[in-house]
């Protein structure tokens, strides 16, 4: 019987393994690799590292979310863009408190049909996600077990998208109160806050002579 090669499974535990003390926005354990995947466009300066389907199978691949001899077929680009994209709308949304967008919900409820995945215990006993199928569906659910993992370990939720808008950058929030709203506060923390001062310059709430009358 031929034997399948199946991808060496990402799922690390999360709650357990720290980030990198020098990465500020990077995520806990296999999280990590969820941030990195939704990062694989930089949306500021316009980069993608999903160039074409050669480039989305080296990068799952350089990452174990797929084998040696897994191939991806055709539309799984425009596939793994929608999950990417639905993934950073998602963090978004959470992020900002409000509803979560109805269309990355279905983007994404849409593929564990395909995106199958088991219980496997590890040699200490402890049970573990871990995808059934190879090639890009494989790759799913893989990144789909990390992010059930790190819900579980409470870690999920510190997964962010950065408040400016013109940058969207998945980065962790490792602070105490869960309060930061930006990946880097004296780029897009600054640059957001002087947007917002020139706003309120041109929109006033309440004009100054009105205000020195009361």
Request: charged content about 30%; some cysteine; aromatic content about 4%.
């Given at each position: 019987m031929q034997q399948i090669e199946r991808p060496?499974?990402?799922?690390?535990?999360?709650?357990?393994?720290?980030?990198?003390?020098?990465?500020r926005e990077a995520a806990p354990g296999g999280l990590e690799l969820v941030r990195q995947f939704i990062n694989t466009a930089e949306l500021e300066l316009g980069d993608d590292e999903f160039t074409d389907l050669a480039a989305l199978q080296r990068w799952l691949r350089a990452r174990g979310l797929?084998?040696?001899?897994?191939?991806?077929?055709?539309?799984?680009?425009e596939r793994a863009v929608a999950v990417r994209e639905?993934?950073?709308?998602?963090?978004?949304?959470?992020?900002?408190?409000?509803?979560?967008?109805?269309h990355a919900i279905r983007a994404l409820n849409a593929l564990p049909a395909c995106a199958q995945m088991r219980v496997r215990f590890d040699a200490g006993g402890a049970p573990r996600l871990e995808p059934v199928g190879t090639g890009?569906?494989?790759?799913?659910?893989g990144l789909f077990a990390i992010i059930e993992h790190a819900a579980a370990a409470g870690t999920w939720a510190r997964l962010k998208i950065c408040a400016d808008h013109g940058c969207r950058w998945a980065y962790y929030d490792n602070s105490k109160n869960r309060s930061r709203?930006?990946?880097?506060?004296?780029?897009?923390?600054?640059?957001?806050?002087?947007?917002e001062y020139r706003r309120r310059q041109r929109n006033p709430e309440t004009p100054q002579s009105a205000a020195t009358a009361t």
């Open positions: 060496s499974s990402p799922i690390r535990d999360v709650a357990a393994e720290p980030a990198p003390a020098d990465d797929i084998g040696s001899r897994d191939r991806l077929d055709e539309g799984d680009l639905a993934l950073r709308q998602l963090c978004e949304d959470r992020g900002a408190g409000g509803a979560i967008d109805e890009l569906d494989g790759a799913f659910a709203n930006w990946c880097n506060m004296a780029v897009c923390g600054n640059r957001s806050k002087a947007r």
